[in-house]
């Protein structure tokens, strides 16, 4: 058994009993981040002035990022889309770890994407690698087997000396902890704007496979059942953690928090993924939480809550790597790799067999009950007695004062379409060379070449496709499909659209591949809550998310949400990262990203229009910003992703047009591929290569499929223009320039490691 503290210093240990004869005592509930109503509420639920370890509890649990309570009240409405995908309805959705999404024969995914941007501030390779550990903690309590990541990241001006500070550090930290654990990384984004610096965001996705029969969810249930606590011991990193770091705004002095990042140990996560699906498939599980923000605090109060209400546990009794930690420090530990299961008093024996052989220490630290109370006890003594729903679930609800800002009319008065334009094919030439290389559309794969993006053997489609795609059975082909996406900049314009911009292109990414979209997750990233101009653009976000989600017939399973990313008064641009996951029946006919051969036709899919502010041309160029975003038509996107899953086995290739337009997808297919094309483009040559007019495509088919192409085009009424054909070393427009792949290429990947090191 695990050794614990040695015992309570008698004269100073707060027990309820103290606390109710003790009602004066001044307590830091202000140091914790409670406001003084806080504070008076919890004394008014209890009917006393709470406990040192209660008051720690609860404080980390009514954080802004354990309780949600200024966001609650706009995520409510997701409840409103109806819980079934375009195959059926969810197996699990909103409330649990993750969202289970049923993919046909038998199996089901959990996939959910949340951040650790505060923590990977402070300490950048911590703070990632812990991120992708949390993520993965959530899918394993669902009951699947994780089988890839992904990473949605976000970092200040590539020149910056703190762009320099965090990034390598993240990447090593999210590559670190995936690469050890064994999951392939398939994808994500980066990227570089001014608003991020001081800030960074660190998304990070899992999804996880099982079939049906396996869902497990937490709560906490059978009086007499045992809880166990099993994994890593408690120590004091991540003391507060990711709850306290996350829940206020960093002032401009920099990073000065570090205690409070936890440090992530993979291969003990490695051991625990592996014990855990055996203690499922033993069937010695009948409720589990992983333990992430805000640690014991979390688990406990949620498992009793979701469950018949009463829990005791024995505080005591709890593995810690440190054994000078009261109380309070237990409860608040954020320490990584540790999972609670609730197991019936016959399956113990076996269950700890189960850890025993995976070297993974258990400890029976408590039992079920049904008082409907949270009782915990240190060394025989009542430190905790509460009603585990006002700490898990009943904490304040804000309605946050929010208004359109004032700034905001001006801002989309000032469109990017009246700022001067290249006109020769020369400008126009060199205006492409500086696109494909700026930090946003660049090559990447200094960041993604330390993944590993094929371990496991079922990676079908990784980083530069549109979308990662693994394989689920090996048998069938079974497989599903993955995107992220989220460009701020249409945000800041307009956050209703912005956000559904942002669904469109993670739709529209899954569907190139061949994938039918499912569902959704989102992460929404946004400055403080207590600026009302930054809560207009949440409340519009979650508004717009929620208006395409009921247009294209897809639940939002979940997510996360992330404020006070700001420092001092400079909020980061609204970045509502939503990802998509779809279903493909045959991961063998699937669709690549790229240009296959030569000789073959390229054709545009969807309509272009005048549609430059936010573009990626406009920022680059010009460092603007302003206007409206491209407009939103998720009739067309629909349209256009039906077509593409019928393209399957007809098109040799297909890529979506977003940031840079066609001019960047043209390039990055040639390039990716080094086949080149030759296009003839009609009208204005500048917009129909740089505008970022949405519901778009290429794909590239023999010419023996045009006619078939046609006709399926016209059935799914997507507009299709061919404009030219593959072959040759150079991307060449017809009448204006003729680059060569190779200058093309050395332009593109040359960025990071210049501004990184080889």
């Known amino acids: 058994m695990a050794d614990t503290a040695s015992g ?26 409670l406001k003084s109503d806080e504070y008076d509420r919890i004394k008014q639920i209890l009917g006393r002035r709470p406990t040192g370890a209660e008051l720690a509890m609860y404080s980390v649990m009514w954080s802004e990022h354990c309780s949600y309570k200024s966001s609650k009240v706009h995520l409510k409405q997701f409840g409103e889309i109806p819980q079934v995908t375009p195959i059926g309805p969810m197996l699990a959705g909103i409330g649990e770890n993750a969202g289970v999404l049923d993919i046909g024969q038998g199996y089901a995914v959990s996939f959910k994407v949340e951040s650790h941007n505060h923590p990977s501030y402070v300490e950048p390779y911590q703070g990632a690698a812990t991120g992708i550990g949390g993520i993965v903690r959530d899918i394993i309590a669902m009951g699947a087997r994780p089988v890839a990541v992904m990473d949605p990241l976000r970092f200040g001006p590539l020149d910056a000396d703190d762009t320099h500070r965090v990034l390598p550090g993240i990447v090593a930290g999210v590559g670190g902890y995936g690469n050890c654990l064994g ?77 409070s990042v936890q ?62 930690l009261s109380p309070e420090e237990i409860l608040m530990s954020e320490s990584q790799e540790r999972m609670m299961a609730v197991v019936e008093p016959a399956d113990i024996d076996a269950f700890l067999a189960i850890t025993t052989k995976w070297d993974v220490e258990a400890a029976v630290i408590g039992e079920v009950t049904e008082t409907g109370r949270l009782l915990i006890d240190w060394h025989g003594e009542t430190v905790v007695d509460v009603p585990p729903r006002t700490v898990a679930h009943d904490g304040p609800v804000y309605e946050r004062p929010f208004a359109r800002p004032q700034w905001q009319d001006a801002l989309q008065a000032d469109g990017a379409e009246k700022l001067a334009r290249p006109t020769t094919g020369a400008e126009l030439r060199a205006t492409l060379l500086q696109l ?104 519009e976000a979650c508004r717009g998310l929620k208006d395409a989600c009921l247009e294209l017939g897809i639940p939002v399973t979940g997510g996360n949400v992330s404020l006070y990313n700001q420092t001092g008064e400079t909020a980061i641009l609204p970045t509502p990262v939503v990802a998509v996951l779809g279903v493909i029946e045959d991961v063998r006919r699937r669709t690549p990203s790229v240009f296959q051969a030569a000789g073959e036709q390229v054709v545009l899919l969807g309509t272009t229009r005048e549609e430059l502010s936010g573009s990626e041309w406009a920022n680059v160029v010009h ?87 046609r006709t399926l085009a016209e059935r799914h009424g997507v507009p299709l223009t061919e404009i030219g054909v593959t072959g040759g070393d150079s991307l060449a427009v017809e009448g204006q320039f003729d680059l060569d792949l190779t200058e093309l290429r050395t332009a593109w990947s040359a960025t990071l490691p210049a501004a990184l090191g080889s």
């Open 8 to 33: 309570p210093t008698r004269t100073t240990l707060d027990t309820v009993a103290v606390a109710a004869a003790d009602p004066g005592r001044d307590q830091p509930w202000s140091e914790l981040g």
């Open 183 to 259: 999951l392939p990384n398939i994808g994500g984004e980066a990227v570089f704007d001014e608003t991020y610096l001081g800030n960074p965001l660190v998304n990070a996705l899992c999804v996880g496979v099982m079939r049906h029969e396996d869902l497990h969810l937490a709560k906490a249930s059978g009086e007499g059942n045992l809880v166990v606590l099993y994994g890593a011991r408690t120590g004091g990193d991540g003391i507060g953690g990711v709850s306290v770091l996350a829940s206020e705004t960093f002032d401009e002095d920099g990073p000065a928090k570090r205690p």
């Open 263 to 324: 440090v992530g140990d993979p291969f003990m996560e490695k051991l625990l993924i592996e014990c855990t699906l055996e203690l499922f498939r033993a069937g010695v599980v009948a409720g589990i939480q992983d333990l992430g923000g805000a640690g014991l605090s979390c688990a406990t109060s949620e498992l009793a809550s979701a469950g018949d209400g009463g829990m005791h546990v024995h505080l005591d009794k709890v593995p810690l790597r440190d054994s000078t």
């Open 436 to 539: 494909v290389a700026s930090p946003n559309l660049c090559d990447k794969s200094w960041i993604t070449d330390q993944y590993d993006r094929y371990v496991q053997g079922n990676t079908v489609l990784s980083q530069p496709s549109d979308s990662g795609m693994v394989r689920v059975d090996e048998e069938t082909h079974l497989g599903v499909s993955l995107a992220t996406d989220c460009n701020g900049r249409f945000a800041k314009l307009d956050p209703y659209a912005g956000a559904q911009l942002a669904l469109a292109e993670a739709y529209r990414n899954v569907a190139t591949g061949g994938a039918l979209p499912l569902a959704v997750s989102d992460c929404l990233n946004f400055g403080s809550p207590e600026d009302s101009d930054v809560m207009w653009q949440f409340a």
């Open 623 to 709: 460092g603007h910003l302003g206007g409206l975003p491209p407009a939103v038509d998720l009739g067309a996107e629909r349209d256009l992703a039906r077509l593409l899953k019928d393209l399957v086995g007809v098109a040799t290739s297909a890529h979506d047009l977003s940031d840079g337009g066609l001019a960047q997808s043209l390039a990055e297919a040639a390039m990716v591929s080094g086949i080149g094309a030759t296009v003839s483009l009609e009208g204005d040559a500048f917009l129909g290569l740089f505008a970022e007019s949405t519901a778009r495509a290429i794909v590239t088919v023999p010419t023996a499929a045009l006619a078939e192409l």
